[in-house]
């Protein structure tokens, strides 16, 4: 885990803050998961209450996911904050992460690219259009045993990467100066997707992202901590962060 210090007695003005949130439940060819189109609601719904512009994309499929990312590349632009969350199924394929929208179909090597699934890397490009903070919450990477059949029979082809059958979850991103990433899990892990409203990941997130007066680091460290209290040592959260300009605090208090 990577984490930067921040500057001594500077915070950062509200300025303009913008999130794109995805949520997606309903797969297709995958286990429809009980938790993520809750979340992604009630992050939004908590993201506009911190006075975030928002785009909202809920169950969508890859095309449709497309038309998401646009409206809000029409945001992005000299924003002080500019967040993407996501919750839903996930996975690492080659060294790189992607997220899967619901119409993903893995049947072959030549189903993960960049126009059937959502690489997060194209979504750390779009964040750098930004001023300020680029955040990326990544609540993903459930169980998924499509994703295990999958990359099992990949790596059973001759001349194939035998590896490749025992990755997990997401692999750890490099980061790049202003941008911090949180993983729901550690890497090659994979996340709980809880039996009630909210991931136990989303869940923690919803209840320290408003408090007041608190740097958006120290908020991810808190639900970091809680994430791993309440799975009895589990589900470890990951933060890496390369962000080292003022305080941000979504919320300050009336004085």
Known sequence: MQAASPIANLV?????????????????????????????????????NLRFE????????????????????????????????????G??????NYLLPTDANLETAADVNR????????????????????LIVLDACRNNPVERDF?????SVAGANRDVASTRGFTRMRVRSGLIITYATAPDSVASDGDGRNSPFTQAFLKNIAVPDVDVR????????????????????????????????FKASQR
């Open 12 to 48: 950062a003005p509200a300025g303009r803050r913008v999130a794109l949130v995805i949520g997606n439940s309903a797969y297709k060819y995958m286990p429809v998961l009980r938790n993520p189109r809750n979340d992604a609601a009630d992050i939004e719904t908590a993201l506009k």
């Open 151 to 155: 990359k099992n029979k990949i790596a």
């Open 115 to 134: 126009y059937r699934l959502l690489p997060v890397d194209d979504l750390i490009e779009l964040l750098g259009a930004a001023n300020g903070l680029q």
């Open 218 to 249: 120290q908020m991810l460290f808190k639900v970091q901590s809680e994430v791993y209290t309440d799975s009895k040592a589990e589900q470890l959260p990951e933060i890496s962060s390369l962000y080292v300009g003022p305080e941000v605090r």
């Open 91 to 96: 996975m690492q394929f080659n060294g790189k």
């Open 54 to 89: 928002t785009v909202i994309a809920l169950d969508l499929d890859r095309a449709s996911i497309n038309g998401a990312i646009e409206r809000f590349s029409r945001l992005v632009e000299g924003a002080s904050v500019a967040m993407v969350y996501y919750s839903g199924h």
